[in-house]
């Protein structure tokens, strides 16, 4: 039995999709050296699970380089994964094979972002939105002409334009062109890969509400990449936060926004100018820069810049002792912290260090028991300029000692906004998950 | 209240195709004073980098400042005279080599969107600061070269003095940008022009440089330009803003004035179609249509094609850019629209919005 016969019905609201364990690792280096010393992975999603119901939009969300473009083509086959499993209307499509999955593809259909570079200017109008139709020998000719141009019309645009080019559209109508295209074989499924991010705020509107109509009349399934939170609360049903390969938070859109629990998406939430000049305010700054994905941080990926770092047990510190350490901390990795060196070469007495030290990062005196020894030895290697050692003294005794280090989170909690579950992969919540 | 710095009257830059003149930027007036961040937003194709390349004179072939003029401290950047048959530079006006001198970099600075094209990919970061700052100003080596780093990591540049030799390819997108920052402001110029700077960046960094623009400007007093499309960012950092549409101004004033005592349509219109993050919006209202080439522009207002409010009046009469407020402090609102006007704009009947679809 081939792939396409063991298609299920899904009825709205039912699963349409289903992702588990989804995993893509690239080889960072895959050059005749990598083949003799070995290269590492680049881990650009890893062991990512959720569901989209029929008819309802799910938007990945995260900065560039979290893997929501890999998830979205990964999800689609459009990328083989290392590992996990993807099921659409009931078919495993990692079983079968690209030949055996293409009449699939007439269900799931992509819109990308660039609506210059993603419609062929040899080819009319009329044409673009016939050839899916035409791979999948669907309809006759004169069948696949009358409906490009009624597709047409559903996307606001005029019958007479299928004789046209797409260089003589505007941005957003050309993204509508797309959208017909991807309607053509009638799909359960479209993908949308940030499909307003290269539109005009106002023309952004039009095309978002066409979308929203669309899915109101023809039952579509949406699955939207986006970085923009503000495009995306506006689409979506459910949102998922990706930071580093891995999701953050999933939750119903207004719960995610409302409630939202994970300290990155509450970063990200608070970073977004919001178009009202009466609601300014000070916002929190996320510090430093995402990390590699080449051997990203154990446990939380995002650990290593959470303002919320859960302080480790063993060192026994009040929560005040904890926040001056982690400034300190900070201050250490980030070389911010730098003494008047006397020369070139030389060192300073530790004495010196230490005072400065207190002075700026434990004005009521340093920790005791190990935290406090910890600090005296990274206050030696910085009297010695041994910046590197300094480093990684705070790093593996202060952070890699936490629970956010030593074991991923993943949890439900239940949502406070409306009746459904929320998924946060954060320690905080290891009390309260359901 | 602050002194004027800059001031830009009845700007005009056209650009000479082969399928007709441009009109760019087509009778363009703001002011800039010390220590204010001054917005200019709108689409794409409205004028605005046109505009801040004018005004520092980096317009090119086949590109041509046809009129107006540009006073920034007392020296004219560009001034006309009329001969009776054409419009000649006065003599006054500064002279190319003055311009890059005295102007441009020490005086002015520009950072644009995308600090790939900006930074050098084969010279070092810190030396691209370092030789900056020695052309601007009157240090050299061993102390340009603290300075450089010093203000690499006034930026927020993480180990700015290990950082100093690597190369623009190893920094992030973000570090790339806070680069340009750190580079123009090195020069100490009492203006800088940011074009988009923060547009390609992802939100979280573009948080942190919109807090280090704020903390840097109250520091040094400085005065900006902003050019942005994102209302977002107008609301979080601007004074003043002044919103374009195709090649014109068409409302200017403090920025709470503009948000909520909004004057002209477009204005509003362009508030009324972007989704908010704060809050859920049911439907948005686009704006109809998209903007028309600046090569013809629509008669009468260059809106009325997509104006909600338009009325007959608008197809034929131009209106005038004028003050149609002022807040507590004398600050003036400004906006060009008949609403504002006597020429029956009230009692005429309203227009059918065609637009192509």
Redesign the interface.
């Known amino acids: 039995m081939s792939a396409v016969d063991q298609l299920a019905d899904v009825g709205m609201g039912e699963t349409l999709l289903e992702i588990e364990g989804l995993t893509k690792h690239f080889q960072s280096d895959t050059g005749l050296l990598a083949g003799i010393f070995g290269s590492e992975d680049v881990e650009a999603v890893d062991d990512v699970s959720f569901e989209i119901a029929k008819g309802e939009t799910v938007a990945l969300v995260g900065?560039?380089g979290c893997g929501k473009s890999t998830l979205a083509r990964t999800v689609l086959q459009l990328i083989q994964p290392t590992d996990g499993r993807v099921a659409f209307k009931g078919v495993e499509l990692t079983d079968w094979s690209q030949r055996q999955l293409r009449p699939l593809r007439r269900d799931m259909q992509m819109i990308f972002q660039d609506p210059q570079s993603s419609l062929n200017p040899r080819m009319k109008v009329g044409q673009i939105i016939e050839e899916p139709m035409q791979a999948h020998d669907m309809y006759t000719k004169t069948e696949r002409r009358e409906r490009a141009k009624e597709l047409l019309e559903r996307v606001?645009?005029?019958r007479e334009y299928y004789n046209r080019y797409p260089h003589e559209f505007?941005g957003?109508?050309r993204q509508r062109i797309n959208l017909a295209r991807a309607m053509a074989t009638d799909p359960d499924l479209i993908v949308c890969d940030e499909p307003v991010s290269a539109l005009?705020?106002?023309?952004?509107?039009?095309v978002?509400?066409t979308m929203r109509d669309l899915q109101e009349e023809y039952g579509f399934t949406y699955l939207v990449i986006s970085?923009?939170?503000?495009?995306v609360?506006?689409?979506a049903d459910r949102v998922a936060v990706m930071y580093l390969g891995h999701i953050a938070e999933l939750a119903e859109?207004?719960e995610l926004?409302e409630n939202p629990q994970h300290p990155y998406t509450q970063?990200?939430?608070?970073?977004?100018?919001?178009?009202?000049?009466?609601?300014?305010d000070a916002?929190g700054?996320?510090?430093?820069?995402?990390p590699s994905p080449i051997n990203p941080p154990s446990g939380c990926r995002f650990r290593t810049r959470c303002p919320s770092l859960i302080r480790p047990e063993e060192l026994d510190l009040s929560a005040d002792e904890w926040d001056q350490v982690r400034r300190f901390t900070r201050a250490v990795?980030?070389?911010?912290f730098?003494p008047e060196y006397p020369d070139e070469d030389e060192g300073l007495p530790v004495g010196t260090i230490t005072d400065a030290v207190d002075a700026d990062y434990f004005p009521e005196g340093r920790p005791d028991g190990e935290a406090g020894e910890i600090i005296d030895e990274v206050c030696r290697s910085i009297a010695d300029r041994e910046w590197d050692d300094a480093q990684e003294l705070v790093t593996e005794r202060f952070e890699e000692t936490s629970i956010c280090a030593a074991e991923r989170p993943r949890y439900t909690i239940p949502a406070m906004v409306g009746d459904g579950v929320h998924d946060v992969s954060c320690h905080l919540h290891r009390d309260d998950a359901i | 209240m602050a002194e004027t710095i800059l001031e830009v009257t009845d700007l005009k830059t056209q650009f000479y195709t082969e399928r007709g003149v441009v009109r760019a930027v087509d009778g363009v007036s703001f002011d800039v004073k010390q220590g204010e961040i001054v917005g200019l937003v709108g689409e794409s194709g409205a004028g605005k980098s046109v505009t801040t390349s004018s005004v520092l004179r980096l317009i090119e072939e086949p590109g041509e400042v046809v009129g107006g003029e540009v006073d920034y401290m007392g020296r004219t950047i560009v001034g006309f005279e009329d001969t009776g048959e054409e419009l000649v530079p006065r003599d006054e006006m500064l002279s190319e080599t003055q311009m890059r001198d005295r102007i441009r970099g020490n005086e002015i600075a520009i950072i644009f969107q995308d600090p790939m094209e900006s930074l050098n990919p084969v010279y070092t970061v810190g030396g691209q600061v370092k030789e900056f700052i020695e052309l601007n100003r009157d240090i050299s080596g061993k102390e340009a070269k603290a300075e450089a780093i010093e203000m690499l990591r006034r930026v927020g540049i993480p180990e700015a003095a290990e950082r100093y030799g690597d190369y623009p390819h190893e920094f992030s997108g973000g570090m790339r940008q806070r680069v340009l920052i750190a580079m123009a402001l090195g020069c100490r110029p009492n203006l800088i022009i940011a074009d988009e700077p923060t547009t390609a960046l992802d939100v979280t960094v573009e948080g942190q440089i919109l807090e280090l623009v704020n903390d840097l400007q109250e520091e040094f007093g400085t005065s900006f330009i902003w050019v942005t499309h994102d209302m977002g960012v107008v609301a979080e950092i601007c004074d003043r803003v002044n919103v374009m549409y195709l090649g014109q101004i068409v409302e200017q004033g403090p920025v709470d004035e503009i948000f909520h005592d909004t004057q002209h349509p477009y204005t509003k219109a362009l508030l009324n179609s972007i989704p908010r993050p704060d809050r859920t919006v049911g439907d948005l209202e686009p704006i109809e249509g998209t903007m028309p080439s600046a090569r013809s522009p629509p008669s009468g207002c260059r809106f009325h094609p997509r104006c909600p409010d338009a009325r007959e009046p608008c197809k034929e009469a131009e209106p005038v850019f004028q003050q149609v407020s002022e807040t507590s402090d004398g600050t003036a609102h400004r906006a060009s629209c008949l609403k504002h006007e006597d020429v029956g704009y009230w009692e005429a009947d309203a227009l059918e919005v065609e637009v192509e679809k």
């Open positions: 900065e560039s606001e645009l005029e505007s957003g109508q005009d705020v106002s023309v952004q509107a039009q978002l509400n970085h923009d939170l503000s495009v609360r506006y689409i859109t207004e926004y970063a990200l939430l608070d970073a977004i100018p919001i178009p009202d000049p009466r609601s300014r916002r700054t996320l510090e430093g820069d995402v990795q980030r070389r911010t730098v």
